[in-house]
């Protein structure tokens, strides 16, 4: 058996959506992106979304419309995709690591009010695996220290805080359309937001920092032709032919978001009785998007049990090192053991193949040959 950790989910529906623009007018720029946009934001509960080109860009753009530049702080937890930090250093700023709380994975939000200073800016809670940050401490800690709050939910479109959609509480709420996430769109992301500035700035800063909007226009006498650039901006446009893909994959979000539910389940039922293996956190305030299936092993077995599991075709990965142990941010000056818990959550953890279409068949299969990997291992 030859299994991913993820795949995306593309059906004969999303193909003729995609079709159908190849051979349309516009295959960027056109009616597909305000589409995808709308549906985006009605599903999030949100005033508005923009899309970009990656997850990347959107936080990038998200990051330079909070203002965030040369010498700012912005502080986010140190287990994350490298694409968080990575984005506060295109603006000349400083990521802050925060360690997590074992319990949820997710941004230990003492260790964060420890980290505030007079230069941070923001501050930036990943959704760990699908599951969301603890969004109401987080928000009363950026309100006391006037931070803008911006949530990376790359991994968690679909999931819900305290009963409202992800995408209603932070200022600001990035999502990755990356193949393995919970739509796709190839790859792409977006920025939902409710606020009017955030949303105007975000919107020309995705295309070269110039606008056509006659009400923002500097000399209003020229014809319609003109257009003013008032920003330093990006190319980081979607084209219409991934927004025609995303509108699509949106009509099935329930679905795909009910699958990976279901699997999350039985991973839960399959997985109990073995011993040695810790199960993903799961919270009484949030319902996860089930993004990553992230069990945890002895950190002296890991990679044992991970070569192992490789060896019988199944897709395991590991999701994160810590940010600042990569050997880029080591030359920054960035030192290991800033973060226990952390190190100690990534030496152990093993993300196993979770997927809508993954079948009960598979799922026995992931847990049969890891109950065995583990007792290989042990002995
Ligand atoms: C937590 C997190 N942030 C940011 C990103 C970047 O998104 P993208 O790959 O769409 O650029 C990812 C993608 O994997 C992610 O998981």
Redesign the pocket.
């Known amino acids: 058996m030859k299994l991913p950790y993820s795949r995306q989910t593309i059906g004969e529906d999303d193909i003729r959506e995609v079709i159908r623009t190849l051979k349309s007018p516009f295959i960027t720029q056109g009616p597909k992106i305000a589409e995808f946009e709308k549906a985006l934001a009605r599903f999030c509960r949100a005033k508005y979304a923009v899309v970009f080109s990656?997850?990347?860009a959107a936080?990038h753009s998200a990051y330079a419309a909070a203002g965030i530049g040369e010498g700012d702080e912005v502080i986010m937890p140190a287990l994350?995709?490298a694409?968080?930090a990575n984005a506060a250093l295109y603006l000349g700023a400083t990521p802050v690591f925060v360690d997590i709380d074992k319990s949820t994975a997710n941004m230990d939000m003492r260790d964060a009010k420890k980290k505030i200073t007079k230069h941070t800016k923001a501050i930036v809670p990943?959704d760990y695996a699908g599951l969301p940050a603890d969004l109401t401490v987080c928000r009363a800690l950026a309100k006391k220290h006037k931070l803008i709050l911006i949530e990376?939910g790359?991994?968690s479109l679909g999931a819900i805080y305290k009963g409202k959609p992800v995408g209603t509480q932070a200022d600001m709420t990035m999502f990755?359309?990356?193949p393995v996430k919970t739509i796709t769109t190839g790859?792409g992301?977006a920025v939902v937001t409710n606020s009017k500035k955030f949303y105007d700035y975000l919107l020309m800063y995705r295309t070269h920092g110039m606008t056509k909007d006659p009400r923002k226009l500097t000399d209003t006498t020229k014809a319609a032709w003109h257009q003013e650039m008032h920003m330093l901006g990006n190319n980081y446009r979607m084209t219409d032919i991934q927004a025609a893909l995303g509108v699509s994959q949106m009509k099935k979000i329930r679905t795909f978001l009910a699958k990976r539910h279901a699997a999350a389940r039985r991973y839960f039922s399959l997985l109990k009785h073995i011993e040695g293996l810790t199960l993903p956190p799961r919270s009484s305030l949030a319902s996860s998007a089930w993004h990553l299936f992230v069990v945890r092993v002895d950190k002296t077995v890991r990679d044992m049990v991970f070569e192992t599991l490789r060896a019988k075709g199944i897709g395991v990965q590991v999701h994160y090192l810590p940010v600042y142990t990569h050997p880029y941010y080591k030359s920054l000056g960035y030192r290991g053991t800033q973060c226990p818990t952390t190190e100690e959550f990534s030496a152990s953890a093993l993300s196993i193949p979770l997927f809508p279409n993954i079948t009960y068949r598979e799922q026995s299969y992931v847990a049969t040959e890891l109950e065995k990997a583990l007792r290989k291992a042990r002995f």
């Open positions: 990656s997850g990347t936080l994350t995709f694409a968080t990943v990376d790359a991994q990755s359309f990356h790859e992301g």
